[in-house]
Structure formats: C-alpha cells, structure tokens
C-alpha cells in the first residue's frame, strides 16, 4: 500500500528562521503531490501542488516545495517564517488506490509546526 | 459558493448509537471523500466516491457506511457508534480528471465524541 512519511512531527522555530519539512513517498509510478496547511481552529486548505513540469513550485504566502523523483520526495520550504506560519502540515500524495484504478491522495501523518515571535 | 459544508459541527454520542454525519458542495465536484483526523494519525481516509452512484472504501471503512445519490450530497452514516470512533471528521471534494483527484477543498469539519 501507498506510505507517505513526514519525518518531522513536531517543529518550534522562531521567526525569521528558515523552514524546511520532509515528505517521503512510497509508490514508484507517477503521481500527483500536494502540501496542505491547517491553521488552529481551521480546516485543511491548499499551499501547493505539483502535477508536471518545473519540479520546484511556488505556492501561497511565500512557501515552495521541491519535487525528487529519485528520493521519493517532494519537501516545503520557506525562508523566513513568520508567527503567521503557526499551523499543522500535512503532506498528501496521489496514488493508485488498491481496491480500484483511481489515484486518491494518502496523507501523511502531519508535522506541527510553532513559530514564536 | 458556501464550498463544502458540513453538519452538524459538533455531536456527542452513546455507544451503539447511530447517526449521520452531512456534507454538501456547490462546485459541481465530481470527487468526494471522507477523512478522520486523529492526533499523530493525521487524516485517514474512510470512503471516498468519484462520482453519483459510485463509492468505494479508503483506508478504515469499518463502521461507517456511505452513499452518492446526487453529485452534491455525500453522507457518511456510522451504524452503531463506538468510542473508536470519537475523532475529528472531514468532508473533502475535488475535480476529478482520468481518475486522479485535484487538490481538494474540505469542509470544517465535524467533532464527534462517543461516551
């Protein structure tokens, strides 16, 4: 079955620090590869996402996320984080479903991050 | 566009209990799905549908049971609740194109405990 990994559950950075969470994914075939972002009390929204092309992509308030095939990874970036950043991380990735063809996205566990002023 | 709604926002429950847990989107979403977030588990999915009249389970099905009658509506009715099953739900929709989902949009959520 698909595997999606965030290494880093918990991550505490003061502002201006530069951010850098991992994403590890287990399916070997193409696939589709988003970040999403939850801030407290909020539900899920997108920050970015990868489908083709330039592996390297922009996404919402300053964030960019790298896409290697040959690691099975596709990692957020920010260079300077702001307060602001205070929220839950979660990578998510598409894949072939076992039960049927469709590609459905499989989440990783999510990376806490706190961002002090 | 109200996007994906959700109801009720919050619910308490019995064990053994049963109910049915809303959501609704205006954007002509083709792709609809069910996740539970746990802490530390991040978002499980439970079922999810790529179309009217076409669901299939996601990752922990068991307990839950849904239905796609129109392209709007996705219900997600727990049979006999358990308090495995206290969690944060969510309701997601997306475009869907050959069978991949786009990124998806979720509703606010539904915090349900069972005592």
């Known amino acids: 079955a698909q595997s999606v990994s965030q290494h880093n559950h918990h991550v505490i950075l003061s502002e201006a620090a530069s951010l850098e969470l991992g994403c590890n994914y287990s399916?070997?075939?193409?696939?589709?590869l988003f970040w999403y972002v939850q801030y407290p009390g909020q539900h899920l929204q997108l920050l970015l996402k990868y489908f083709s092309g330039d592996p390297l992509v922009k996404g919402i308030k300053g964030f960019e996320a790298e896409f290697i095939k040959s690691k099975f990874s596709f990692n957020l970036r920010k260079p300077s984080v702001q307060w602001s950043d205070t929220a839950e991380y979660f990578c998510?990735?598409?894949?072939?479903?076992?039960?049927?063809?469709?590609?459905?996205?499989?989440f990783g566990r999510g990376t806490s991050l706190i961002v002090h002023p | 566009n109200a996007g994906v709604t959700q109801t009720p926002k919050f619910q308490v429950l019995k064990t053994g209990q049963s109910m049915t847990l809303q959501c609704a989107q205006d954007?002509?979403?083709?792709?609809m799905s069910w996740y539970r977030q746990d802490p530390g588990m991040g978002l499980r999915l439970i079922h999810y549908?790529?179309?009217?009249?076409?669901?299939d389970q996601g990752e922990v099905p068991n307990g839950y049971n849904v239905s796609r009658s129109t392209t709007e509506d996705f219900p997600l009715r727990l049979l006999s609740a358990a308090p495995s099953q206290t969690s944060v739900y969510f309701c997601a929709s997306s475009y869907g194109l050959a069978g991949a989902y786009y990124e998806q949009y979720f509703g606010p959520g539904t915090r349900l405990t069972v005592t």
């Open positions: 998510a990735v598409n894949a072939p479903h076992a039960s049927g063809g469709s590609y459905i996205p499989t």
């Open positions: 954007m002509n979403h083709e792709y």
């Open positions: 549908s790529v179309g009217a009249g076409i669901t």
């Open positions: 399916y070997g075939g193409t696939v589709n």
